[in-house]
């Protein structure tokens, strides 16, 4: 495979040295893989803050407002700074089918993240979203050829288990509903997602990868896009500024899964959910209970096991 086109822009915020890697035999650990993958993670939590002070702001700030921003945004970060042959390639949006499929998917899964928010509670659909990583890992496993050992596997499930306690909001109910569905099929599109995004890894600049799924998601929101002028300013700041940082997470996101295996990178994005109760303690006064506080320990401490075990070979793409 060839090096990622046009990247000479984007090597100086995500190279692919060796430098950051700890090695012991054929088996490692990207320490800056893990750096980037947190820093994606605190961008989206960014971005998750702005999109819910901005439905305090006003009602009209809802999903479909949110994924035209997010949308727009992204395509214009992309335009301004990744175009002339700094990374971000129209043609190759369109020529290769892997990267459409990435946009296609990835706009279906976000769409169906937002449509169930309101319809079965913030907790429950981010608890629903967050099984990507299992469909990641099965996915990966079949076309990649990346192998999960058990004890990964498990400490996988013990992370979702805390997951499910940090967010139980008393209403979750074991029989699934239409919504539940919705949202499963939401994080299967985000778990496709991951795996083609380490399959694109040496074919594609992150910029165009991300690009595909931009340019979905404005198409996706074109319907409500006569709804913008009645947001107050304050309402269409807060979404475009979640968008600028939802834009740079994606593109950060993306360079660290080229460094990262599928169960490494989505144990750690799966700590999403941690910032974004932390922001909120602060900004809006959320409370949380003992209860809480307990399993976000117990998803921290899964999610440094899963991602401190060196035993990931390298992908093969």
């Known amino acids: 495979m060839t090096a990622c086109r046009g990247d000479a822009c984007f090597q100086s915020l995500a190279g692919r040295e060796a430098g950051g890697r700890m090695e012991s035999g054929d088996e490692q650990l990207d320490l800056k893989g893990v750096m980037w993958m947190l820093a994606s993670v605190v961008l989206f939590a960014g971005n998750t803050l702005m999109i819910r002070a901005a439905s305090l702001v006003t009602s009209g700030a809802d999903g479909w407002m949110a994924a035209l921003f997010r949308g727009l945004v992204g395509v214009l970060i992309l335009v301004v700074f990744y175009t002339g042959g700094r990374g971000f390639e129209w043609r190759r949006m369109f020529s290769n089918r892997l990267v459409v499929l990435r946009g296609l998917i990835g706009g279906l899964g976000i769409i169906?993240?937002?449509?169930?928010?309101?319809?079965?509670?913030a907790g429950r659909a981010i608890v629903i979203n967050l099984t990507y990583p299992m469909f990641a890992t099965v996915v990966a496993a079949f076309w990649l050829k990346e192998k999960v050992r058990v004890v990964t596997s498990c400490w996988l499930v013990v992370a979702m288990g805390g997951l499910?306690?940090?967010?139980?909001?008393?209403?979750?109910?074991?029989?699934?509903?239409?919504?539940?569905?919705?949202?499963?099929?939401?994080?299967?599109?985000?778990g496709f997602v991951v795996v083609i995004i380490r399959k694109l890894r040496n074919e594609e600049h992150p910029a165009t990868i991300y690009g595909a799924q931009a340019s979905c998601s404005l198409l996706m929101g074109l319907p409500f896009a006569g709804h913008v002028p009645e947001l107050p300013f304050a309402?269409?700041?807060?979404?475009?500024?979640?968008?600028?940082?939802?834009?740079?997470?994606?593109l950060v996101m993306t360079s660290a899964y080229q460094r990262l295996s599928i169960a490494q990178g989505s144990s750690l994005q799966m700590t999403l959910p941690i910032f974004t109760a932390v922001g909120a303690f602060f900004w809006f006064g959320e409370k949380f209970e003992t209860y809480e506080l307990v399993a976000a320990v117990v998803v921290l401490i899964a999610i440094w096991r899963v991602a401190a075990r060196r035993k990931f070979p390298a992908v093969r793409g």
């Open 112 to 121: 169906c993240f937002y449509i169930t928010i309101p319809e079965l509670g």
């Open 164 to 190: 499910v306690v940090f967010l139980s909001d008393g209403d979750m109910n074991l029989a699934p509903s239409g919504y539940d569905l919705l949202g499963l099929l939401g994080a299967f599109a985000a």
């Open 235 to 250: 309402g269409w700041g807060l979404l475009a500024l979640g968008a600028v940082l939802v834009t740079f997470g994606q």
